[in-house]
């Protein structure tokens, strides 16, 4: 049976190489669909939990793992010998930044490598990490095609970008319309079907480089836009005008406008990285990719700017920052999930303490923090916390929080957010961005 044949009838098998909150929503719509998914990952903890069926990711239930796994349709494994009987493979790992700042290729280097190495006859290989254009024809198709395979026509190989929006309860993985750019248009028409057996809209591009490019440009967007409203944040600041109801103001535009929110700045492992991919490749062909570095100047400097919001409240209460209790409400990168890479949260907290705050924080969602240079537990959030702390800093506007009471008890609300935008009469002093 051929490639085709077997992903019509729902009879290939496929490998998903790196089971987090890209690859695991990804195997699950594939076993759904009635597809043998099996999840490779190095993580051995997290191929244990996957085949006793169990969930470690918020936004994909356990049941629905427990379910898949007992029908024998999702497994996991930490073999990348198993490439050689499947069909097709989704390669869904981390691209970070290393320390300086470049992109840190091992992780895909890595799973090419292991792909190369069981590679067969008639393989469709997907790649979604989002990485910088060239990545594809550069590191992926070398390996694969290095065994005297013809791209396109004995393998198969793609780029297509993931669209996962963690927490979001409106788009998932089959709603989500997915781009998909091939070596050669075989590889986009093998792409296409298989994904389009899971997702209600795939899109195809001319080529990998492309589809590369779709999600630079989209996250290269968002960043862009947020920087432009931080910085409307700090016009307006001078201005003596409200900048939140200003966006608000300018979003009654039906057409030509699009809302973004100022903020401590950004985090996750998507909108502060992702750009930078774009930067440093441009870097390599001479040219400067300026908004970007512009975009990321001005998000990074949020956290002083929150820090010095903090400084100049207790000051005018007479206190130093210096030996000052705060209480940071809110360390995940985003409202309502359970995850802190990259969020400004870590940067606030840091600043603070240089500066001699006693900091403390509460986030219902993530009980520790543990990353450069913070090592904190969330303590309880209580009327006595409020109470003693000499400011309350609101970093995450999590829908957990009641802040109509936080504003009773507090005695200074720093609100990078304005998340106390609907609490009548605080009896905090409430300080915005
Ligand atoms: N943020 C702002 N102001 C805004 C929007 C976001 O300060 O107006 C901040 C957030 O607080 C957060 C950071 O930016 O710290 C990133 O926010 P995000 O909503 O982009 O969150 P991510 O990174 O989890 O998800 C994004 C996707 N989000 C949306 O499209 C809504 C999307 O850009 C990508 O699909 C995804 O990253 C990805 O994986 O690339």
Redesign the pocket.
């Known amino acids: 049976m051929t490639l085709l044949e077997k992903i019509e009838k729902r009879e290939a098998v496929i490998a998903v190489i790196g089971m987090g909150y ?1 690859g695991l929503p990804l195997a699950v719509e594939f076993a759904k669909e009635g597809y043998c998914v099996i999840g490779v990952d190095v993580s051995q903890p997290k191929v244990d939990m996957l085949n006793r069926g169990e969930s470690y990711i918020p936004d994909v239930p356990t049941e629905l793992i427990a379910d898949l796994a007992q029908k024998g349709l999702l497994s996991a494994t930490t073999d990348y010998s198993v490439i050689r009987d499947v069909d097709a493979i989704s390669i869904c790992v981390p691209t970070p930044l290393r320390k300086t700042k470049d992109p840190d290729m091992s992780y895909v280097i890595a799973a090419a490598d292991e792909v190369a190495k069981y590679a067969h006859d008639d393989l469709l290989v997907v790649l979604e990490s ?1 990485t910088y254009p060239g990545t594809t024809d550069e590191l992926i198709i070398p390996r694969i095609a290095h065994n005297g395979f013809v791209v396109g026509q004995d393998v198969y190989i793609c780029f297509s ?8 309860k409106v788009y998932g993985v089959r709603n989500t319309p997915k781009i998909i750019g091939g070596a050669t248009p075989n590889c986009v028409m093998m792409g296409q079907a298989l994904y389009g057996k899971i997702i209600d809209t795939v899109v195809p591009v001319s080529s990998t480089r492309s589809a590369e490019m779709v ?1 630079l440009l ?2 290269t967007f ?1 960043s862009v ?2 920087a432009l ?2 910085e409307v944040a700090l016009m307006c600041d001078k201005l003596g005008v409200n900048v939140w109801e200003v966006i608000d103001a300018a979003s009654t535009k039906p057409f030509g406008f699009m ?14 990285i ?1 750009p930078l991919y774009l930067s440093w490749k441009m870097k390599t062909l001479n040219y400067t990719a300026r908004f970007i570095e512009l975009a990321t100047e001005v ?1 990074s400097s949020m956290p002083i700017y929150v820090v010095d919001k903090v400084i100049d409240a207790l000051n005018d209460a007479r206190k130093p920052v210096n030996g000052s209790k705060i209480l940071v409400l809110g360390v995940a ?3 309502n ?1 359970d ?1 802190s890479r ?3 949260a870590i940067d606030v907290i840091g600043l603070l303490q240089e500066r001699g705050g006693e900091v403390t924080y509460h986030d219902p969602h993530i009980e520790s923090l543990l990353h450069e240079g913070v090592d904190m537990e969330s303590s309880p959030l209580t009327k006595e916390a409020l109470h003693e702390a000499d400011a309350v800093v609101i970093v ?1 506007n999590h829908a957990a929080f009641d802040y109509a009471w936080i504003g009773e008890h507090a005695a200074i609300v720093v609100d990078s957010r304005n998340a106390m935008k609907d609490v009548e009469n605080p009896k905090a002093r409430v300080v915005g961005l």
Request: glycine residues 12%; negative net charge.
């Open positions: 890209v989002t970008p993931e669209r996962i929006d963690p927490g979001n999600k989209e996250n968002r836009n947020i409203v931080n809302t973004h929110y100022p903020g401590p700045g950004l985090g996750g492992h998507c909108i502060p992702d998000n990168y985003k409202p999930i995850d990259e969020s400004p995450t």
